[in-house]
């Protein structure tokens, strides 16, 4: 059962499950909370897992604004963290919610125990990145969510689980289908207007994680290891897309679990 709250000015709805230290998990463009359903349990027996709706999707509010930025979402996460009373948190971002754990991290460092990317990178969008940004927008603008998203969901798992787990695609798809449309557009705009932020990872007080798939077709290991520092933990895990939650989600949780008891 989701709850809801009003943070920075709009509903925000959330997951939250189990006791002890807090832990917040961001999901990734055309996602959800439920992007976790696998991994809060399990990660729930050991800490407070709180997973939110992004702005613009899942059953959050879309609000009106011509993009939504990186750091308007850390905002609300700040909001967030406002109204739980939560002073420090350790904080995990999928893809999309890597880069808004990273504008949080550069405004809000006291307010993170700890951090991590997952299939995520510091880097911006190359050109390469911004057109593709344009052809989403221009995809959900002219055609609509369904036939976005039918492209996109099947190039974030890897390539044999495309067809041995037809389930998750699917339901990765019916989240997707459920984004509002102009969530996904603001988002992706916002997306494409991103900096980089490869100096919040070098000058980090807080330990770091940077998880990535050995099998990840958007973001390379290149990319989502692009410091190594000795508070930063990097971890490959094998036979993995960019969507381990679903993929191996309890390698996943261990992995977590594993940074956090450090």
Same mark, same amino acid.
């Given at each position: 059962m989701k709850k809801q709250m009003i943070a920075n000015g709009i509903k925000l709805a959330y997951q939250e499950a189990g006791s002890g230290a807090p832990v917040l998990l961001l999901h990734g463009f055309c996602g959800s909370s439920a992007y976790w359903e696998e991994v809060i349990p399990l990660l729930g027996q050991h800490y407070r897992v709180i997973a939110p709706d992004l702005r613009g999707h899942g059953d959050s509010d879309a609000p009106d604004g011509e993009f939504y930025g990186m750091e308007q979402f850390a905002e609300d996460l700040l909001a967030l963290l406002d109204q739980l009373k939560l002073d420090q948190v350790s904080l995990f971002?999928? !893809?999309? #919610? #890597?880069?808004i754990t %990273?504008?949080?991290? *550069?405004?809000?460092?006291?307010?993170l125990r700890a951090f991590g990317l997952i299939h995520s990178t510091a880097y911006p969008d190359d050109e390469q990145g911004k057109a593709g940004r344009d052809k989403a927008v221009q995809t959900i603008e002219q055609q609509g969510m369904e036939p976005f998203i039918d492209g996109l969901i099947p190039r974030l798992f890897a390539p044999e689980h495309v067809q041995t787990m037809p389930d998750a695609v699917e339901q990765a798809k019916q989240i997707g289908f459920a984004t509002p449309a102009e969530g996904a557009i603001r988002t992706a705009?916002?997306?494409?207007?991103?900096?980089d932020r490869n100096?919040?990872?070098?000058?980090?007080?807080?330990?770091? %994680? %940077?998880?990535?798939?050995?099998?990840?077709?958007?973001?390379?290991?290149?990319? !989502?290891? !692009?410091?190594a520092s000795p508070h930063i933990r990097q971890v490959l895990l094998t036979a993995v897309g960019h969507m381990s939650m679903y993929e191996?989600? *309890?390698? %996943?949780? *261990?992995e977590l679990a594993t940074f956090l008891a450090e």
């Open positions: 971002g999928h !893809s999309l #919610g #890597g880069y %990273l504008a949080f991290a *550069e405004k809000y460092p006291k307010r705009k916002g997306m494409k207007h991103r900096i100096h919040v990872l070098r000058s980090a007080h807080t330990p770091v %994680l %940077l998880l990535a798939g050995e099998q990840d077709q958007i973001i390379s290991r290149q990319k !989502s290891f !692009s410091v191996a989600p *309890e390698k %996943l949780t *261990e």
